[in-house]
């Protein structure tokens, strides 16, 4: 019920935009969240952003980089990734999760409470 798009192929230090949006419900009432797994490697937070905005998440190896957002117009979230590198590399997936507070968000949300999954887009970062 969620689509994640905006994966590619991109030299170290360029940006890539994701995009997670979805027609089954309203994306604004839920917290969003982008995953990431590498292979061989567990799925990790990448970044959150609760329902209302009023609350956002980033992983210490994200912090500065990424920045996340939301449009509620277009019903999507925006995960805007600058200077990237090749430890970045990995599938992205969004998801969303209805219920959790601006504190918890903040803490970060494990890939277990969410609610809706999307499929994943590759992100490849190499020289």
């Known amino acids: 019920q969620l689509q994640a798009s905006g994966g590619g192929w991109v030299q170290p230090g360029g940006s890539l935009t994701l995009s997670c949006a979805t027609s089954g419900f309203n994306l604004q009432y839920y917290a969003t969240c982008w995953f990431r797994q590498a292979p061989g490697e567990e799925r990790e937070g990448v970044s959150c952003i609760s329902a209302g905005d009023g609350s956002l998440y980033y992983a210490d190896s994200v912090k500065g980089r990424f920045t996340i957002s939301r449009d509620n117009a277009k019903n999507t979230v925006y995960l805007q990734m600058n200077s990237l590198k090749p430890e970045d590399t990995a599938v992205y997936y969004c998801?969303?999760?209805?219920?959790?507070?601006?504190?918890?968000?903040?803490?970060?949300?494990?890939?277990?409470?969410?609610?809706?999954w999307g499929k994943g887009t590759q992100v490849t970062v190499s020289s």
């Open positions: 998801a969303a999760q209805y219920g959790s507070s601006w504190n918890q968000v903040a803490a970060g949300l494990s890939p277990n409470v969410m609610d809706f």
